[in-house]
T-cell receptor, first 111, second 115 residues
Framework: QKEVEQDPGPLSVPEGAIVSLNCTYS??????FMWYRQYSRKGPELLMY????GNKEDGRFTAQVDKSSKYISLFIRDSQPSDSATYLC???????????FGAGTTVTVRA | DTAVSQTPKYLVTQMGNDKSIKCEQN?????MYWYKQDSKKFLKIMFS???????INETVPNRFSPKSPDKAHLNLHINSLELGDSAVYFC??????????????FGEGSWLTVV
């Protein structure tokens, strides 16, 4: 079993829909939780990060962390074709350099 | 001006060859990384250097050898290439861990194909 599990999709939604992505993990020591976006043939770029449990909002993006369930989510509201990409969750232990990634979910937003 | 740049972007080579991928960051970061992304898009850390010192060395064949001549550079040398080494290799950098250590900046990737 991988340390971080993420459904690879693919996920296809119409423009304007809410995109819901999630990851589960097994290591209860994880404290920082991140979401990266990766366009085709590009490197991952950080979208959001959350420390410990709770919600964080940034524009159309909302990240949620439920440490009791070892479950994290990313919601994209009013999705746009430009949101079409692979979304990777990542997490790490406090004071550790190593990030553990999920496999990534490929999202297509249809115009 | 690219923050994390790596060369070459594409590399096709024969089994048994030795090749290098170079990486440079102009962000003033003190930690650099090499990640490998396989065909299923799974990203896995290989190495990390902090101030030119190796701090992470995951279970990677010793045919892979990182070299950090200074804080801004981290190169990856691969000996005796095998078919299974075909992947995308990402260089990345960040500040020392802590809150800002979450912001890891990735390069554009180097697509290695071994034939």
């Amino acid at each position: 079993q991988k340390e971080v599990e993420q459904d690879p999709g693919p996920l296809s939604v119409p423009e304007g829909a809410i995109v819901s992505l999630n990851c589960t993990y097994s290591n209860s020591a994880f404290q920082y939780f991140m979401w990266y976006r990766q366009y085709s043939r590009k490197g991952p770029e950080l979208l959001m990060y959350t420390y410990s449990s709770g919600n964080k909002e940034d524009g159309r993006f909302t990240a949620q962390v439920d440490k009791s369930s070892k479950y994290i989510s990313l919601f994209i509201r009013d999705s746009q074709p430009s949101d079409s990409a692979t979304y990777l969750c990542a997490m790490r232990v406090l004071n550790d350099y190593k990030l553990s990634f999920g496999a990534g979910t490929t999202v297509t937003v249809r115009a | 001006d690219t923050a994390v740049s790596q060369t070459p972007k594409y590399l096709v080579t024969q089994m048994g060859n030795d090749k290098s991928i170079k990486c440079e960051q102009n962000l003033g970061h003190d930690t650099m990384y090499w990640y490998k992304q396989d065909s299923k898009k799974f990203l896995k850390i290989m190495f990390s250097y902090n101030n030119k010192e190796l701090i992470i060395n995951e279970t990677v064949p010793n045919r892979f050898s990182p070299k950090s001549p200074d804080k801004a550079h981290l190169n990856l040398h691969i000996n005796s290439l095998e078919l299974g080494d075909s992947a995308v290799y990402f260089c990345a950098s960040s500040r020392t861990t802590g809150d800002s250590g979450n912001t890891i900046y990735f390069g554009e990737g180097s697509w290695l194909t071994v034939v």
